[in-house]
């Protein structure tokens, strides 16, 4: 693909929307916006900035994206604030902060920042704005599940975020009146031509597959996601575990390590040494795009067992496939299933109800199929990329 264009779109999603889309882009051309995260690839959040600036542009929007840099010391520290918001109980040392603040006040002095708008994404840069002489307007886009904070936490994060002249949140129920900002909805959405969603052949699948070995002699079950405790890998084994009592099949997890999730590499050290013992599981950790979309294509079920989820893409990537998933109704997974409509919801750490689910997947191909393609047409309606740049460029018309 050597461009993105707005236009690709046509006749993937309603023509009403990209008709929104120059309406909302015609005030705002040349506003220069810059978006600041922490990794360039691995996690959902990159994902999408990596078809969302392309498009900004696209339409008339001048976008740039700076990543924060760090050491994992710091990303030890991030990912304590990024549990903490998602509500676990969590220790932080003044040593940790102080040096969490001087990572942020040396990017914030450092990096070029002449822009119109600044779009701060999650908790690692969150508090650059504190170091930078405020000339126009700053956005937090907070990517997590923040309906039920740990109270510490959002006392220690609370003064940058309240810098803020906006919020954006994935979900209504993320929003958090003491943060005393106008926050805004824009869930996450998928890019249908990207590497990681675009239509595949059978030999692409096939030979993608082989590439890692991967049997295709039984039905597949994935979960696809970083190797993360709020993901229940442990869970999944559970879940398979069950599954195979009466239907042979195997099970394949897939994530990759993100850069500033120190956790991911011991975890997955974790599940390796559980799975050695049991037959038909198979760890990959690789960023491969194409693996993941050929085996969310040709898995006979996708499961996403979050304890937690600030969205969890991967429940989009696989409907839009076609693929019926079983996944736990958190955060916001259950904006994208509709219970027995577009999927099966299920209650975390229920481990035999998604089991059952699975079974009745796995004896009812028609059903499968049937889910699937209701939950091919809602991701269509409601979670490709062109919906959230039509959000972006209301957030941004609003600023004024």
């Not at 959002?154 to 943060?179: G, H, N």
């Not at 839009?320 to 998933?325: I, R, S």
Request: net charge negative.
């Amino acid at each position: 693909m050597d461009r993105i264009g707005i236009e690709m779109y046509d006749g993937v999603v309603n023509g009403q929307m990209l008709a929104d889309i120059q309406r909302a882009a015609r005030s705002i051309y040349g506003l220069r916006v810059l978006h600041v995260n922490s990794v360039f690839q691995g996690g959902g959040v990159a994902g999408m900035l990596n078809s969302l600036i392309p498009l900004m542009n696209d339409v008339g929007v001048n976008a740039d994206w700076n990543l924060l840099y760090s050491d994992p010391d710091v990303f030890e520290t991030t990912k304590k604030l990024h549990n903490g918001i998602q509500g676990e109980d969590v220790e932080l040392t003044a040593q940790e902060l102080d040096a969490y603040l001087a990572l942020n006040r040396t990017f914030a002095l450092y990096s070029p920042v002449v822009h119109d708008v600044v779009i701060v994404h999650d908790p690692q840069p969150l508090p650059m704005i504190r170091y930078r002489q405020r000339e126009n307007p700053w956005v937090w886009r907070c990517h997590i599940d923040a309906s039920n904070p740990n109270k510490q936490v959002l006392d220690t994060l609370r003064p940058f975020i309240m810098r803020y002249d906006a919020a954006v949140v994935s979900s209504e129920s993320y929003k958090q009146p003491d943060w005393f900002l106008d926050t805004h909805i824009a869930p996450p959405a998928i890019d249908p031509f990207a590497e990681l969603n675009r239509e595949l052949t059978d030999d692409e699948i096939n030979a993608k597959l082989a590439e890692y070995d991967i049997d295709q002699t039984k039905p597949i079950l994935t979960q696809v996601s970083r190797f993360d405790k709020w993901k229940d890998p442990e869970g999944v084994l559970e879940v398979f575990k069950r599954v195979r009592q009466d239907v042979d099949c195997s099970l394949v997890l897939l994530g990759n390590m993100a850069a500033d999730d120190p956790e991911g590499p011991i975890i997955f050290q974790s599940m390796k040494e559980t799975a050695a013992s049991m037959d038909q599981v198979k760890l990959i950790t690789q960023n491969d795009p194409l693996l993941v979309n050929a085996l969310q294509r040709r898995a006979a079920v996708v499961l996403q067992l979050s304890k937690r989820e600030g969205f969890g893409l991967t429940v989009s990537e696989a409907l839009w496939k076609g693929t019926p998933v079983v996944a736990t109704k958190v955060g916001g997974i259950p904006l994208q299933i509709k219970d027995s409509q577009t999927g099966f919801l299920v209650q975390p750490e229920a481990y035999n109800e998604a089991a059952e689910r699975v079974l009745t997947l796995l004896k009812d191909p028609s059903l499968g199929a049937e889910l699937g393609n209701a939950g091919r047409e809602h991701v269509r309606r409601h979670f490709l990329v062109p919906r959230l740049l039509l959000d972006w460029l209301n957030v941004l018309n609003d600023l004024g």
